[in-house]
């Protein structure tokens, strides 16, 4: 009998050490991501935000502009959030925007990098590199895309050949509702490729269009909320969502 006691106690006091261990821990970790999130006395005001996982439910990814704008009446032109582990801060007025990419640029080259992204195009390319990196492929850039006549009337006119064939495109609804998605795409892209290669490609030409189809997903999955999750989690974890 008194075995059976001995090892009932037993067992209840493992039970309820186990969990006083557990409910330790879980403040313990509460208490280190507050320090963590702690805002410094100047920084940008914002919403309030969940333990860990930061503003991530607060913003709908489909109507982010409409939920900005409302963030933005409310806390003024800088607003501060939280994605899971990654701060950001959203700028927004004219003059501001102009300060913060013409007068203070050294301090904003650097973006975060999107797990997807590292992957597919690594850390290079105008548009995906960062910081030195990219101002120095910014510079290159600019430098021969006016040697192939950027700033230069000659672009002009491919500009107008290209906006005479999509109003073209466009005639060919007859007046029906459609989406101008893709079509505006392949202007936008056939101009490039007139710059680049010195020729555009016909509106129904198949394999052009499953490119821009192949981009445009890419696009897509950058900011799918999978895509943002896994951009959030710290980067011990990043090959945690595959």
Same mark, same amino acid.
């Given at each position: ?26 403040? =313990? ?91 597919? =195009? ?7 590199? !960062? ?76 394999? =052009? ?22 951009? !959030?989690?710290?980067? !011990?974890? !990043?090959?945690?969502?595959?």
């Amino acid at each position: 009998m008194l075995a059976t006691v001995g090892s009932l106690v037993a067992a209840l006091w493992g039970v309820l050490h186990l969990r006083t261990l557990l409910l330790g821990a879980v403040a =313990f970790l509460f208490f280190v991501d507050f320090l963590k999130r702690r805002r410094p006395k100047n920084y940008p005001p914002g919403p309030w935000r969940l333990p860990f996982l930061g503003n991530i439910f607060h913003l709908d990814i489909a109507k982010i502009h409409l939920e900005l704008k409302q963030h933005v009446k409310k806390y003024g032109n800088l607003v501060s959030l939280n994605l899971a582990y990654l701060p950001a801060v959203v700028v927004t007025g004219l003059p501001l925007i102009k300060e913060v990419l013409t007068h203070t640029e050294q301090n904003f080259m650097n973006r975060p990098m999107n797990p997807i992204r590292e992957r597919v =195009f690594g850390k290079n390319g105008l548009i995906m590199s !960062s910081g030195q990196t990219w101002k120095e492929q910014r510079r290159f850039a600019l430098t021969t895309l006016r040697n192939f006549g950027l700033g230069k009337k000659t672009i002009e006119e491919r500009i107008q050949e290209e906006a005479h064939h999509l109003a073209e495109v466009i005639a060919e609804e007859k007046g029906q509702p459609f989406n101008p998605h893709f079509k505006i795409n392949n202007a936008v892209s056939n101009i490039i490729c007139s710059i680049i290669f010195g020729e555009r490609f016909d509106y129904q030409d198949a394999e =052009f269009r499953e490119l821009l189809r192949l981009l445009d997903e890419v696009m897509y999955l950058e900011v799918s909320p999978m895509c943002q999750v896994s951009t !959030s989690l710290p980067a !011990s974890c !990043s090959g945690v969502l595959g």
